[in-house]
C-alpha cells in the first residue's frame, strides 16, 4: 500500500548565530537549499514549497521543531530572530505554538502542509536521529561540524549543506523506510476513521478512535482521586493461602494517588503487613513479584532447560490478555460511558475475525486500538484516564495467571518462567492431556483464550532475557539478546547471534562470529551529556559507535567536557563512517566477540553444554582482595 499519492519530501533546518539553512530532499533525489542570511532571503521560494502542498514533508520531531523554524522563514523573519525562537524551544523548553506567536499567522500556514513526523511513529522511547543511525547501522552518523551558536562563514556554508541534506536527511529517510510499516498503518487508520493519524503514537491513535467513534471533540479535564480501590472478579479464588490473603489484603488497601502526576502509588509491603516482603509470592514450584508492571518469576535465573522424549517444555500465552479482561470486567472509562464498551468490543470481534482469514493489515490497525488504549487509562490528559480501571486490569491479570498457575500445579507441571501475560512450563508426556484440560476448562469457565508453542531448549539468563529454540529450530529471543532493532542500542550483536545459533543447532560460536556481518559487531553509546564525545582528538558529537579492536595503540574514547572515558570503549576502534559492503576490518577481535559469546552461555546456564575448548574460554571468577594483615576480608 503507497504511504501517498503525493511526493515525499524530507525536510531538516539548522540554525546559527548568523544564519539559518532549510534542506529538503525528495525520495527521488530532487534537492532544495535556502539559506537565510538576511531578513526575507528565500522567503518567496520558501512560500511556494508550502502552499504549493505538492508534498509531504517528513520531518524527525518536525513538530517541536522544524515547523515553526519553517514559519519563521515563511514569515521572512531574519537569521538572528530565528535562532532566538530555536533557543527557546530547545534551551528555553518553550512549546512551538507559544514560541511562534509573533508570527503565529505563518505558524498556521505551515501547519497546514502534510506532514508525517517519524519521533511520533517509533514505538521506542525517543532518542537523537544520530542514534537511530546507529541502530539502524547506517554508514554515517557525523556530528554537525559546526555548533548551533557558531558564526558561519560563507565558505562554511558548503559543509552545513552536506551534513544536513547528505547527512540528517539521509538518516531522516532512513528511518522513514525502516518505519514504513507503521506508517502505512497509520494511513490506513486516518482513511477509516476520517482523522490524520499520521503523527500519532499508538496510545494517542487509541485515544483518537474512541474520541471520534464516541463523538468527543475534546479532552475532557479529569480531577486525580485521593485513592482507588481494587474488588477483585468473583472467579479469583487463590488455593495458596499466603496468595488469597495477598489478594484480600490488595482488596481492603486505599491506593494513594499521586496528584502530579495522575499515577497511583503501589502500597510497600508494610502498608499491607509484614508477611507481604517487597509483594513476593511463591506457588509449588516457583517465587514470583507482583507490582503495577505486571507478574514476574523471580527464581528462573542462569539456568537452561531442555525438552526430550518424555518431558515437554510449553509456552503459553494468554490471546489480547489486556482487552480480554477488559471486557470480560464490563470497564469503561469514568468519562467515556457505557457505549466505549460496545465499540471496543465491536473492535474486539473484528480483529477476531481478520485473524481467522490472516488479514495482518486489519489485524494491526485493530490491535493498536485495542492494546493502545491500557496506556491512556494512566494518562490524566485523557479522556480515556481512569486509573481504577488501569489497576483492575493489572492486578486482576497477574492474579488470574497465578490462579492458572495453580491449577497447573495440581496436575504436576513445574513452572519454569511467569511473565505479565503468559508463562512457561514443564511436564512429563503423560500429563499432556490434563495440561490441555486445565487450560480448555478454564477459557470455558473464565473466558481466556490461550496459545501455546512447544519448545526444544529454553536458556534463561532472567524473566526478561533468554533464548528459546522453537521445534523447528528457530529461535526466539528476548531482551538482551532480541534482534538489532529501534528499540536498543548496538551492543555486539554478534556474539548474542552466534549463541543463538549454537543452542538451535550446534553451531560453534567462533563459526558464526567469524561469519558476521559488521553491522553485528558495532557498540554505539549515548554520549550527550557530557558535551558530547570525542575520539583521540576528534569531536564525535552525541553518539558513540565503535568495535572491538587488536589494535595495540588504540585511540582513547573520552567525554568532551571532564575527559573521563566513555564505558565499554577500551580496545576499541571508533566507526562513525563505514562501509557496510567492506570486508570485516584486519583489526576486527574475533576472540573478544567469541569470549562474549562464551560469557552469555554461562549467564543463561548452558555452559556445562560446551565443549573443553570452548570452555577454557570462560570468565575466570574474580579474586577476592585480601587484607593488609594477609586474611580474606
Known sequence: MAVTKREILFVDTETYSNKAFFGGRTESGKEFRYWVRYAGENQGEIKDLIDSKGYIFVTFNGIYFDLPIIAAMYAGKDPEYIKRVANLIIEGDVKPWVAAKPFELAYKKVQTVQHIDLIRVVTAPAVNLK???ARMAAPSIMENPFHHEAFIKDEDEPLVEKYCVEGDLDLTERLFKDLIKPIELRVQMSREYNVDMRCKTDAQMAETIFVKTL?????????VPDYITYTPPPYLKLKTPEIQGLLDALARYKFPMNPDTGHVILPSSMALGPEYIDLGIKT?????????????????????????REWIIEDIDATSYYPSIMLLGNLVPKNLGAQFLEEYR?????RLEAKKIKDQSTMDVLRIALNGTFGKTADMFSPIYSPDLMLYIVLTGQFTLLQVIELLEEVDATVLSANTDGLMIRYHVSRKEDVRRVLDEYTKNVGYVFESTMYRCV??????????????????TKGLYAKQDLRKNPSGMISSIAVGEWLAKGTPVEETIRKGKMKDFIFARNVNKKGGGMYGDQFI????????STNPTPLNF????????????????????????ASLPDDLDIEAYTKEAIRIIQDVG????????EALLLPQPKRRKKKANGTDP
Not at 215 to 223: I, P
Not at 541 to 548: D, E, L, T
Not at 562 to 581: E, H, M, Y
Open 459 to 476: 536458556a534463561m539468563k532472567d524473566v526478561n532475557n533468554y533464548f528459546a529454540v522453537k521445534m523447528d529450530r528457530t529461535l526466539k
Open 346 to 350: 465491536i473492535i474486539y470481534n473484528r
Open 284 to 308: 509449588k514450584t516457583a517465587t514470583y513479584k507482583v507490582g503495577i508492571g505486571g507478574l514476574h518469576s523471580t527464581h528462573d535465573k542462569k539456568v537452561c532447560h531442555m525438552a526430550t
Open 558 to 581: 573520552t567525554y568532551r567536557l571532564g575527559g573521563a572515558k566513555i564505558a565499554r570503549t577500551d580496545n576499541s576502534t571508533g566507526l562513525q563512517v563505514f562501509d557496510p559492503a
Open 606 to 613: 548452558a555452559a556445562k553444554y560446551l565443549t573443553p575448548e
Open 131 to 133: 542514534m537511530y543511525g
Open 541 to 548: 558529537g552525541r553518539v558513540a559507535r565503535w568495535y572491538k
Open 215 to 223: 463523538g468527543y471533540t475534546k479532552n475532557r479535564a479529569t480531577k
